[in-house]
T-cell receptor
Framework: QQQVKQSPQSLIVQKGGISIINCAYENTAFDYFPWYQQFPGKGPALLIAIRPDVSEKKEGRFTISFNKSAKQFSLHIMDSQPGDSATYFC??????????FGKGTKLSVKP | DVKVTQSSRYLVKRTGEKVFLECVQDMDHENMFWYRQDPGLGLRLIYFSYDVKMKEKGDIPEGYSVSREKKERFSLILESASTNQTSMYLCASSLGQGKRETQYFGPGTRLLVL
């Protein structure tokens, strides 16, 4: 069973700080790496996604960095805000349109 | 906006009961998915369907079955509920035209099996 290894499991960051979540994958055949954000009581929603032909993608305060040789990708949240407190999942795209998810990182941003 | 609705937010069932979880999407999506979410284990795929009456096993199909008689509706069935099936169940859908697609999730059903 293919896996995505996500770390850390939980993260506490002060308001204004940088939150960094890392994921490592096994299979180099896949070419789609999304991040999903889940607030309490809600289903996950797509936050940002990257393809391995680029090394970085930025959308507002959220940046994905991709290291193909290391088979790793990371989510950076700049100027973290209390409203960013949520659970974040990395994933990669399977061959049939399904996604393989990491185990999640619970982020708490303290005011 | 894509909307994925799940029939119940909370359910309490007894061991051995047959349980139906219903999911409906309103965007004519081809693909639909059922996941369960448990603390520390993330989202695990139970079954998915890429067309009406078609289904594929995910990573943890044991103890579950699914039904997709209409394109917009995907049902998850627990034939004989057990306590280890207490979990959050999430339904999702995607367009179905490629590998790099956004999945749209419903709000989830929290199932407690006593």
């Amino acid at each position: 069973q293919q896996q995505v290894k996500q770390s850390p499991q939980s993260l506490i960051v002060q308001k204004g700080g940088i939150s960094i979540i890392n994921c490592a994958y096994e299979n180099t055949a896949f070419d789609y790496f999304p991040w999903y954000q889940q607030f309490p009581g809600k289903g996950p929603a797509l936050l940002i996604a990257i393809r391995p032909d680029v090394s970085e993608k930025k959308e507002g305060r959220f940046t994905i960095s991709f290291n193909k040789s290391a088979k790793q990708f990371s989510l950076h949240i700049m100027d973290s805000q209390p409203g960013d407190s949520a659970t974040y999942f990395c994933a990669w795209g399977g061959s049939q349109g399904n996604l393989i998810f990491g185990k999640g990182t619970k982020l708490s941003v303290k005011p | 906006d894509v909307k994925v609705t799940q029939s119940s937010r909370y359910l309490v069932k007894r061991t051995g009961e047959k349980v139906f979880l219903e999911c409906v999407q309103d965007m004519d999506h081809e693909n639909m998915f059922w996941y369960r979410q448990d603390p520390g284990l993330g989202l695990r795929l139970i079954y998915f369907s890429y067309d009406v009456k078609m289904k594929e096993k995910g990573d943890i199909p044991e103890g579950y079955s699914v039904s997709r008689e209409k394109k917009e509706r995907f049902s998850l069935i627990l034939e004989s509920a057990s306590t280890n099936q207490t979990s959050m169940y999430l339904c999702a859908s995607s367009l179905g035209q490629g590998k790099r697609e956004t999945q749209y999730f419903g709000p989830g059903t929290r199932l407690l099996v006593l």
